[in-house]
């Protein structure tokens, strides 16, 4: 079995080798492959804003969760303020639940971050010798008779074929991940929608509406105090003269 | 010679370089075909280093053809497995 690296090669120009056949004169055959150089530029450019749109969303998710840990957090404090300790840890085991997640979202997102750095950089260097190509294929037109020319244009598609090949698996790649990132977003969503891991961004959950109670009883409870205490004893007596 | 990591780039490299970059291939190969996935990304990540580090990189406008190619370092093994796969990691050009 042949190394790695000459089973790459063969790869990547398999891919490529179908654009030189093309064409029967080295004229068209410049054009075409550029044609399709351009193609795979707007492709790339696709694939960057895809990856952003799908990064934007696990952000969103982040803030979501972030949002309800911090909420939790409040209402373990609550719940174990007002003597509730089985609400208290309901609250944390859920946090601990939630961390978990958002943990593997943001390592998700770093993965989407090194996508996009990868894709930028490729399309960069694809740009560049798209440009070149072009200048290249404009002299090899002007200047050679055809047998030369094929000569030259083997040499430069092959260096373009290369890059395209390369671009093409980084937005594959990206693409991939990308999927993968989706699909877990989903998965969550799910679960929360599905009640499985309960909605921690809704309204009202049933810690939500214990620890409503227990707000309104103690807030009751207070004012009574209150109330008590400004009346007085002296007060009181007073009252009940009236 | 020319070397090119896909995700990365195309370097100059020395024929000393070029050969260490044949001993970590064939390490690499084995690696492979045992799927002992860590063992390859270790070597995928020493071949792009060794590139890196003792190559001079090309101009991006540069149209010269590679020598040799090397899988990006952080190809998994299943995304190796495509790579070399008839359906292949790479995308048919456009």
Redesign the interface.
Same mark, same amino acid.
């Given at each position: 079995?042949?190394?790695?690296?000459?089973? &790459? =090669?063969l790869?990547?120009k398999s891919?490529?080798s179908?654009?030189l056949d093309h064409a029967e004169d080295p004229g068209e055959t410049l054009d075409y492959s550029y044609e399709?150089q351009l193609?795979?530029l707007q492709?790339v450019k696709r694939g960057i804003a895809d990856v952003v749109t799908a990064k934007k969303r696990l952000e969103l998710q982040e803030t979501q969760l972030q949002q309800s840990l911090v909420k939790l957090d409040a209402q373990a404090r609550e719940a174990l303020a007002a003597g509730r300790e089985d609400l208290a840890r309901q609250a944390l085991e859920r946090k601990s639940g939630l961390q978990q997640q958002l943990q593997s979202l943001d390592e998700q997102t770093k993965q989407l971050e090194q996508q996009q750095e990868?894709l930028i &950089? =490729?399309e960069?260097?694809l740009s560049?010798?798209v440009?070149?190509?072009r200048s290249?294929k404009e002299t090899i037109k002007a200047q050679y008779s055809a047998a030369e020319a094929q000569v030259r244009i083997g040499?430069?598609a092959?260096?373009?074929?290369?890059q395209?090949?390369?671009t093409?698996?980084?937005?594959?790649?990206a693409k991939d991940k990308t999927e993968q990132m989706q699909a877990r977003a989903s998965a969550i969503d799910e679960l929360t929608t599905s009640g499985a891991l309960e909605d921690f961004t809704s309204d009202q959950t049933q810690l939500d509406r214990e620890l409503g109670a227990i707000a309104s009883k103690s807030q009751v409870d207070q004012e009574l105090e209150q109330l008590k205490s400004e009346l007085g004893p002296g007060e009181k007596q007073k009252e009940l003269k009236q | 010679m020319i070397v090119?990591v896909?995700?990365e780039?195309q370097f100059e490299v020395d024929d000393e370089v070029a050969k260490g970059?044949?001993d970590l291939?064939?390490q690499?190969?084995r690696a492979?075909?045992a799927g002992d996935e860590s063992q390859l990304s270790e070597l995928l990540v020493r071949m792009a280093e060794a590139v890196r580090t003792n190559g001079t990189r090309l101009?991006?406008?540069?149209?010269?053809?590679?020598e040799?190619?090397?899988?990006?370092e952080d190809l998994s093994l299943e995304?190796?497995r495509r790579?070399?796969d008839d359906d292949?990691?790479?995308?048919?050009?456009?």
């Amino acid at each position: 079995m042949a190394g790695l690296m000459s089973r &790459a =090669s063969l790869v990547v120009k398999s891919k490529f080798s179908k654009l030189l056949d093309h064409a029967e004169d080295p004229g068209e055959t410049l054009d075409y492959s550029y044609e399709k150089q351009l193609e795979l530029l707007q492709n790339v450019k696709r694939g960057i804003a895809d990856v952003v749109t799908a990064k934007k969303r696990l952000e969103l998710q982040e803030t979501q969760l972030q949002q309800s840990l911090v909420k939790l957090d409040a209402q373990a404090r609550e719940a174990l303020a007002a003597g509730r300790e089985d609400l208290a840890r309901q609250a944390l085991e859920r946090k601990s639940g939630l961390q978990q997640q958002l943990q593997s979202l943001d390592e998700q997102t770093k993965q989407l971050e090194q996508q996009q750095e990868k894709l930028i &950089a =490729s399309e960069k260097t694809l740009s560049a010798k798209v440009e070149a190509f072009r200048s290249q294929k404009e002299t090899i037109k002007a200047q050679y008779s055809a047998a030369e020319a094929q000569v030259r244009i083997g040499e430069a598609a092959t260096g373009i074929g290369e890059q395209m090949a390369d671009t093409g698996l980084a937005i594959q790649r990206a693409k991939d991940k990308t999927e993968q990132m989706q699909a877990r977003a989903s998965a969550i969503d799910e679960l929360t929608t599905s009640g499985a891991l309960e909605d921690f961004t809704s309204d009202q959950t049933q810690l939500d509406r214990e620890l409503g109670a227990i707000a309104s009883k103690s807030q009751v409870d207070q004012e009574l105090e209150q109330l008590k205490s400004e009346l007085g004893p002296g007060e009181k007596q007073k009252e009940l003269k009236q | 010679m020319i070397v090119r990591v896909l995700g990365e780039g195309q370097f100059e490299v020395d024929d000393e370089v070029a050969k260490g970059l044949n001993d970590l291939d064939d390490q690499a190969e084995r690696a492979l075909e045992a799927g002992d996935e860590s063992q390859l990304s270790e070597l995928l990540v020493r071949m792009a280093e060794a590139v890196r580090t003792n190559g001079t990189r090309l101009p991006e406008a540069d149209l010269s053809p590679s020598e040799a190619i090397i899988p990006p370092e952080d190809l998994s093994l299943e995304e190796a497995r495509r790579l070399f796969d008839d359906d292949g990691l790479i995308p048919d050009l456009p």
